[in-house]
């Protein structure tokens, strides 16, 4: 029999993890929900995620009727605190999920420690995260699953897309069983709208450009006119009927293509962080070490600036490519956050990084004149 795009990209990307099974899915979120699902997490179950995510992270858990439990996060990798981790544990913890923020990796030999004495399995969120390693091993294969994203600001794109990973054949056998049964197929329509935003992209989406085509694209996706990262009605916790999507065959295609150039990707991502730490340091910018355990391979630079609302508002004039992530503990800031039990206080530190971070471009469209323009911008905002 032969294999088609989707499970060729589901093969490509299993090999380059080094694991044994991938699930390609519509979305990251839908890989987490395909996870967990396969986890058996349910109603009155508890999952412990940093209160430093997107609100799409927080969506699969509270489908599924779980609670999700935040934590604050370490000031310097905005991954979870670990010394917090073992008090958020309960009897109804089902799930510890270790997001790998912006790429650093968490201190998975602590996370992994804290789990086995409490019996619990790990997610890794490596949507943030392609080709990070810790302690010389690669972000995702340290859990019992990891998922991954490819929407337009990761680490390579699909337009959309996401993929769940695992090395335990038994969980591998549960999430085939659910998409054998239950997911849905990409419509025609989307699968067009799709295929010609990727070509828009690749034509004409440049750091110059990003700011005025993110806002093109937010408004077009309002109209319903473009196929959307997120759309409103994800931000209520309540699941689409369609939800549960597999990847379409273009997407498939688009990331076959990007897994072979993908240690291309991850080098060039490496030299733009380098060259961010040396034009801070340069410039007299306190650039906060990262532990020697970590070899991270940033989706985008994190920066502490003094007036972030100044610097969102003032980097498209200066065709400066200026990312918010997080706006706040469950980005975007329109979030409700009490639909999500997230409560003002509850992470401080991850709400005064809301406050404070802006990140810079690291993809290949991103080169030193990027870098320095970026520095240039950031450092006449000022340091928090
Ligand atoms: C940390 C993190 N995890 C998961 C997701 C969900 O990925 P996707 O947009 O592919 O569903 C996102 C955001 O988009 C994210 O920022």
Known sequence: MSVGSIGRFERSFADWLG?????????GRVAMYAILKALDV????????PGYTCVMDVNPIKYLGAKPVY???????????VSLLEETITPQTK??????????????????????RHDLPVVEDCCLALGSKYKGKT????????????????????GIGGMATTHDPALAEKIRSHCHKELHRPGRKAAVMLSIQRMIYRLFIYPRTTAL???????LTRKGLV??????????????????????????????????KIEANLHHRREMARTYDRLLHEADWNVPPIPQSMEPVLVRYPVRVADKQRAVHEAPGAKVEIGTWFECPLHP????????????????????ACREVVNLPTHPRANGKTARRSVAFITDIGKA
Not at 333 to 352: F, N, R, S, V, W
């Open 42 to 49: 349910g109603d009155g179950d508890e999952v412990i995620l």
């Open 139 to 158: 972000c995702g294969t340290f859990g019992a699953a990891a998922y991954w994203s490819f929407q337009w600001n990761k680490p390579f794109t699909t």
């Open 19 to 27: 694991v044994d099974h991938a699930f390609a899915f519509w979305k």
């Open 213 to 219: 085509a993110t806002s093109l694209f937010r408004w």
């Open 333 to 352: 800031i329109e979030t409700p956050m009490h639909l999500y039990g997230y409560q003002d206080g509850m992470c401080p530190l991850a709400e005064k």
């Open 227 to 260: 196929v959307g990262s997120s759309s409103t009605c994800e931000l209520v916790p309540e699941m689409a009927e369609d939800f549960f999507k597999g990847m379409g065959r273009g997407q498939a295609r688009a990331g076959l293509r990007h897994v072979r």
């Open 71 to 81: 934590v604050d996060i370490d000031p310097i990798t905005y991954n979870l605190d």
């Open 95 to 116: 799930v510890i999920v270790a997001q790998h923020t912006y790429g650093y990796p968490c201190e998975m030999d602590a996370i992994m420690a804290i789990a086995a």
